[in-house]
């Protein structure tokens, strides 16, 4: 069965520097998505993409992070200069359509740490 | 602003008898909900969706009940089973918001043998 994978599974940094979080989609999805779960709280979302660009964001996807399709087959989230508050369990997703009853499925997502 | 919400953190439950979990929404605008199973160290599975139209969607050993008048929104698992345990997420789409899911707090589901 096909599935989102992610890399690393854990990625520890210090405050300021630059991280990346990659994900492979599923091959023949059109949408991707990342969303982020601090420790104990909600799943949030952070920002759409689709045909090279950002459909939707949300106001934590600020100016310090970016998306990027680099390739046919990776999908990237790049946090410009990490804070303590970013901490948190990034997960990617993906989806072969939009709207309703488009399934997302989820990766196993990125334990990132902020020192 | 609007939110999607869950009435109990902590749902425990004896092997093979039905669990309901339940979540309530604020946004009538929404058109589809969503049922997500999160297992301690993976990222949410789809479980089941239901659109605003409906009231009633089956799954295998699965339901969602949809009650629009109080905006409540329910998932219905028949003979728990170990397996289950895990933290269920609802979450909610709107068709004029593009893709982007509303996940509500979550409740932690234990099954006990």
């Known amino acids: 069965e096909p599935e989102v994978t992610q890399t690393p599974s854990h990625q520890v940094t210090q405050m300021g520097q630059e991280v990346i979080l990659r994900c492979v989609p599923i091959?023949?999805?059109?949408?991707f998505y990342w969303y982020r779960q601090i420790l104990g709280q909600k799943v949030e979302f952070l920002v759409s993409?689709?045909?090279?660009?950002?459909?939707?964001k949300s106001e934590i996807f600020d100016d310090q992070f970016s998306v990027e399709r680099p390739d046919g087959s990776n999908f990237t989230l790049k946090i410009r200069s990490t804070k303590l508050e970013d901490s948190a369990m990034y997960f990617c997703?993906?989806?072969?359509?939009?709207?309703?009853?488009?399934?997302?499925?989820f990766g196993p997502g990125t334990r990132l740490t902020v020192l | 602003g609007e939110s999607v919400g869950l009435h109990l953190p902590t749902l425990s439950v004896q092997e093979g008898d039905n669990s309901i979990i339940n979540c309530a929404y604020s946004?009538?605008?929404?058109?589809?909900f969503i049922w997500y199973k999160q297992e301690s160290g993976k990222g949410p599975q789809f479980i089941i969706d239901?659109?605003?139209?409906?009231d009633k969607r089956q799954g295998q050993r699965v339901t969602v009940l949809l009650n629009k008048t109080v905006k409540h929104l329910s998932l219905q698992i028949a003979a728990t089973q170990p397996g289950d345990s895990a933290v269920y997420f609802c979450?909610?789409?709107?068709?004029?918001?593009?893709?982007?899911?509303?996940f509500g707090g979550g409740t932690r589901l234990m099954v006990k043998p």
């Open positions: 997703a993906s989806s072969r359509d939009r709207g309703s009853y488009n399934e997302q499925f």
């Open positions: 091959s023949n999805h059109l949408y």
């Open positions: 993409f689709y045909n090279n660009e950002i459909s939707e």
């Open positions: 946004n009538s605008a929404s058109d589809y």
């Open positions: 239901i659109r605003s139209n409906m």
């Open positions: 979450a909610e789409g709107n068709n004029n918001a593009g893709n982007m899911l509303t």
